[in-house]
């Protein structure tokens, strides 16, 4: 059994920039119905929520907690209380197009992956987590402000920024499933021979998939 996680909120009002707006209950749906598509796994699909959406799909819908500005409220996706299985964490800017059971039975501390553009660092476009992580980088974060600055990007919360403080040691997810979770814009892009292995196609920065006209959004 594993936790799989998103987040839905509006982000208007949260100084986010504009290309990480046009997320709707049409997108978890869609991821929704990708993941059933492409794994035999048991799970549970959990979507953190600013309110009551109205999903088409078997959704568990939990309240956040708190509402932060920037991408804080991405933190909450690290709640010892949504459950004690591996957790996997993606965003709704995330295309499933291929099987991923072998990537949901990953079990370890922390995986996440090698940051595309500055490859000494990482970045969560995915994420698989224990529940003693979890439960760790949450009590950090409810004492983020010893953080101070270093957990800002352009000024704004960041809850990558965090992870690269207190995760950077992490398993690099795309080093144990090469080509298997690509970046839209470093890899699907640019290395169009290595696309038929990619079951994951993760966004990440701008633009985002609401506003992208592709044939691998056909897909979705």
């Known amino acids: 059994m594993i936790d799989i996680v998103c987040i839905l909120f ?38 953190l929520v600013d309110e009551f959406y109205e999903f088409q799909e078997e959704v568990d819908q939990v309240q956040l907690e708190k509402i932060e500005s920037g991408y804080g ?45 500055y490859p000494d ?19 950090e974060w409810q004492r983020k402000e010893k953080y101070g600055e270093r957990i800002l990007y352009n000024g704004r919360i960041s809850e990558m920024q965090f992870l690269r403080l207190l995760a950077n040691d992490a398993t690099r997810l795309n080093e144990v499933f090469p080509n298997q979770i690509q970046s839209y814009k470093c890899h699907w892009l640019k290395e169009p021979q290595k696309r038929e292995e990619a079951s994951i196609v993760y966004f990440h920065g701008n633009p985002k998939p609401p506003f992208v006209h592709t044939d691998l959004l056909a897909e979705w």
């Open 10 to 47: 509006k982000p208007e009002g949260k100084g986010l920039p504009k290309f990480s707006q046009g997320y709707s209950e049409i997108w978890v749906d869609k991821l929704a119905q990708a993941i059933a598509r492409h794994t035999t796994q048991k799970y549970r699909l959990i979507c």
């Open 121 to 139: 660092t990482i970045c969560n476009g995915v994420g698989s987590y224990s529940p003693e992580f979890c439960d760790f980088i949450f009590y």
């Open 73 to 117: 409220n991405v933190m909450e996706t690290f709640r010892p209380d949504l459950g004690e299985n591996q957790r996997f964490v993606l965003g709704l800017d995330t295309i499933i197009r291929d099987n991923i059971d072998e990537i949901l039975d990953w079990r370890g501390k922390v995986g996440l992956l090698t940051d595309p553009n």
